[in-house]
């Protein structure tokens, strides 16, 4: 989970003293900047986005019809899970295989993008759902939807749509997992982490609800005409998140081991989203960079400089990690800080360039 846009937009605009003090409210009378300045590409940007929706849709289409042959089989049987890994163990485990394969390759589509649709006010409300959002035990931050399962049964506002898909199909979260028996898949008489049993009637409802709402993503990212506004907004909102994510990080198997808190981040260190996720900011900068250089050259020039080396920072890390470096608590939160310093004060340098230009900056 990451900040929410309006305050991740307020800590930018306060950060590190390179804008003008909060509350000095002159973006009332401004004009709202609704074309691209010369040399500037937002289709480039849309466009991006589109090719990621698109793999999300694909990814999500593979991931419902997987979690159906699951839920056919399950009701082959009067879902005895039992019974179930009985006469079927090598089917099951097949399936279970590919549903988290599923989820490893379609984490990456959204993560990508996640800049620009948590980014954009316009489309914010799609990551609370697919990537942000938590549970109903957290009202304010909570998901807007249930998921309704075949059998009748109400899940009322059970997380977002990937910690659904990925802590049924890895065995992180209990609620979702069928009941009563262990999910023993390769049949040597122990359970490693990775085995699970999903219960089959809730993990089809979930991934056939995400598919159903990856497509309206798509639908709402064809429609949406980007603005100068959105893509410096977008930067702004989704740079200085960099402390959070490594608490995520810190939090999780890849530092916790056994001992995380966190269910989620395990089939891809968070690393790898923060990577991602930067990969995708430092594509929406380099289109608009011509815009922010109209408000300061030089200034533009060492704000891509800083991006950039925020994102190889990331990436070092995240390699380091995927070739065997183990990082503790201490270290994640020095790296995490680190991280966060650097991210805000790229904000503050895009925030100064967009009050120069007379853009104001939304908030969702």
């Known amino acids: 989970m990451i900040a929410r846009p309006a305050l991740a937009l307020a800590a930018a605009a306060c950060s590190l003293a390179l804008v003008t003090a909060c509350g000095d409210d002159k973006s009332s009378g401004e004009q709202r900047a609704t074309t691209p300045a010369k040399g500037e590409d937002l289709a480039a940007v849309k466009a991006y986005l589109l090719a990621h929706t698109e793999r999300l849709v694909n990814d999500t289409t593979a991931s419902h019809n997987n979690a159906e042959e699951y839920y056919k089989l399950a009701k082959s049987v009067d879902f005895d899970y039992a019974r179930l890994l009985d006469e079927h163990r090598a089917e099951v485990r097949r399936m279970v295989h590919q549903a988290q394969e599923d989820f490893v390759k379609a984490n990456p589509a959204y993560e ?8 954009v006010p316009s489309l914010a409300d799609f990551d609370v759902n697919i990537d942000a959002g938590g549970d109903a035990s957290d009202p304010e931050n909570a998901v807007s939807f249930d998921v309704t399962t075949p059998a009748g049964r109400t899940f009322k506002q059970p997380g977002n749509y990937n910690y659904l898909i990925e802590t049924t199909v890895f065995g992180t979260e209990p609620r979702f997992l069928a009941k009563g028996v262990k999910p023993d898949l390769d049949g040597d008489g122990k359970v490693e982490f990775g085995e699970a049993l999903p219960d089959a009637d809730f993990y089809f409802a979930a991934a056939r609800d995400f598919e159903k709402y990856a497509r309206e993503l798509d639908e709402a990212a064809r429609g949406w005409q980007p ?15 960099m402390s959070d994510m490594f608490e995520a990080w810190k939090n999780s198997r890849a530092v916790a081991g056994d001992k995380a808190t966190e269910k989620v981040f395990v089939a891809a260190s968070r690393l790898q989203d923060i990577a991602d996720i930067l ?17 300061d050259r030089q200034q533009a020039t060492q704000t891509r400089e ?19 470096r183990k990082y503790t608590a201490e270290e994640a939160d020095t790296l995490g800080a ?6 805000e004060a790229i904000a503050g340098q895009i925030t ?11 908030e969702s």
Do not use: W
Request: charged letters at 20%; proline letters at 3%; glycine letters at 8%.
């Open 306 to 324: 800083s991006l950039s080396k925020l994102l190889a920072f990331a990436a070092e890390l995240r390699d380091k990690e995927a070739g065997g």
């Open 338 to 343: 680190q991280a966060q310093e650097r991210a």
């Open 279 to 295: 990969g995708g900011l430092v594509l929406i900068y380099d289109n608009v960079e011509p815009l922010v250089a109209k408000a």
């Open 112 to 119: 990508e993008m996640e800049g620009v649709v948590a980014g």
């Open 352 to 362: 100064q360039a967009a009050a120069k230009l007379d853009i104001q900056l939304e």
């Open 227 to 241: 603005t100068s506004s959105d893509a410096l907004t977008a930067l702004v909102v989704m740079t200085p998140t």
